[in-house]
């Protein structure tokens, strides 16, 4: 089936938890295109993408504890049917898996066993559990104490990767980064006293050489027994902040090793549900290491596989409510693009700056048929409050440097003799 086809009866709706976020804006319109009635539960009403007009409700819950659980209660016998949950957060995949049994009778929960979601979602677990199925992981060191961290910053060859075991709100409350990049033992040892506080292990890996490009993704979904329904792949172009950031511009790729592994490691825990695995090409030996799985939610590059024609989020929906799935589910390789605009420009002056990009290299790199992270022709509430959230922090920022430059009244500027 297409956006634009009839459907035989009202669908029932598809709930999109964290809605404020990219990733939560992305999955709210791809549905709604399916004329899929959208319903948004937010924890920012002041988010950008809580402008867009695509949801018929939207509802405010903090997201990032379980209270959303009793907004999700409330709202579930209101419905005729059972509703799709899509989570569009690490934690509210954690805590819809933990609760499932509270929400089981108005919502359709598609996740694995909560034991796999916990194992792929503690880094620790996970490091442990692909070591032994024989997947390819960058060194990896415990951080359970100082002691620990003085040995790995003895012992690791340096650029690492410093990451909690497990992302809790303490983490996202005090560091909006998803990893912090360490380039020697000492920035490590600061590091570590710093973040302990918000992590109860942190984890450190080595770096792995080479550019923003050689970054693999898998986008897929699996059924409930456990078969691959649909999979893409896709690699970063180039990320914001840069070199350990989050996608800016990406493209359709083929990368048959990404694949095979990426199936491989979800297949081999009986996994259900939207997956997504991020590898790197080692720019000196070519072989792929798994850097991290993303667990029972869409990402920010679901988008891409709906601009190739692969309709991941329709098929989980589809999957979930006992619907026809729709046939064209196998990757073309069409080389379509996926772009959050503003980012992108960000990310690209830095790389110009530095004398790795030009003006022409840009413009090349995001030519031809793409699709938009923020930017919509039919949506264009978050696009705008997008930009302007941004202008006013710049405005502010450059006010507080003025500030700090001017010296208050009544002090002596010293003079310089000439």
Not at 54 to 76: H, I, K, M, N, R
Not at 326 to 355: C, M
């Amino acid at each position: 089936m297409t956006p634009t086809e009839e459907r035989p009866r009202k669908l029932p709706p598809a709930v999109v938890v964290g809605l404020d976020n990219m990733t939560g804006l992305q999955t709210a319109r791809i549905l709604a295109g399916y004329q899929i009635p959208v319903i948004g539960i937010a924890a920012d009403p002041d988010h950008f993408a809580c402008r867009t007009n695509v949801c018929q409700a939207l509802l405010y819950a903090d997201t990032a504890s379980p209270a959303f659980l009793d907004t999700l209660e409330q709202l579930g016998p209101h419905f005729t049917e059972k509703a799709v949950l899509f989570p569009c957060t690490d934690l509210a995949v954690l805590n819809i898996s933990a609760h499932r049994d509270r929400l089981a009778p108005w919502y359709h929960i598609v996740l694995p066993e909560h034991n796999v979601v916990e194992m792929l979602m503690d880094k620790t677990r996970l490091a442990i559990y692909a070591q032994e199925a024989g997947f390819a992981i960058p060194a990896t060191r415990l951080l359970g104490n100082r002691a620990d961290a003085v040995r790995a910053a003895a012992e690791l060859t340096f650029p690492c990767i410093l990451k909690p075991a497990v992302k809790a709100p303490d983490w996202h409350e005090h560091t909006g980064d998803k990893v912090h990049r360490v380039e020697d033992g000492r920035a490590l040892l600061a590091l570590y006293d710093r973040f302990r506080r918000w992590a109860d292990l942190l984890m450190v890996q080595e770096w792995i050489p080479g550019p923003d490009a050689n970054l693999y993704s898998c986008n897929c979904y699996f059924s409930r027994d456990s078969e691959p329904l649909v999979a893409f792949i896709a690699r970063k172009l180039r990320q914001w902040p840069p070199e350990a950031g989050t996608s800016c511009l990406g493209e359709e790729v083929r990368n048959d090793e990404v694949l095979h592994e990426s199936l491989r490691l979800f297949a081999g825990v009986g996994y259900r549900g939207l997956g997504y695995v991020e590898m790197k090409r080692d720019e000196r030996t070519g072989r792929h290491y798994l850097i991290e799985p993303n667990i029972g939610r869409p990402t920010g590059r679901s988008a891409i596989c709906e601009a190739g024609g692969v309709p991941l989020l329709y098929t989980m929906y589809c999957d979930a409510i006992g619907l026809p799935l729709p046939e064209n589910r196998e990757q073309r390789y069409t080389g379509v693009k996926w772009i959050y605009l503003r980012r992108d420009l960000q990310s690209a002056f830095y790389y110009w700056r530095r004398g790795e990009l030009s003006l022409r290299d840009w413009w090349h790199s995001i030519r031809g048929p793409k699709a938009y992270a923020i930017y919509a022709p039919h949506d264009w509430g978050p696009f705008w409050a997008d930009i302007s959230t941004t202008l006013r922090k710049g405005a502010r920022s450059l006010r507080r440097k003025a500030r700090r430059r001017v010296p208050p009244p009544g002090t002596v500027v010293p003079s310089v003799k000439p």
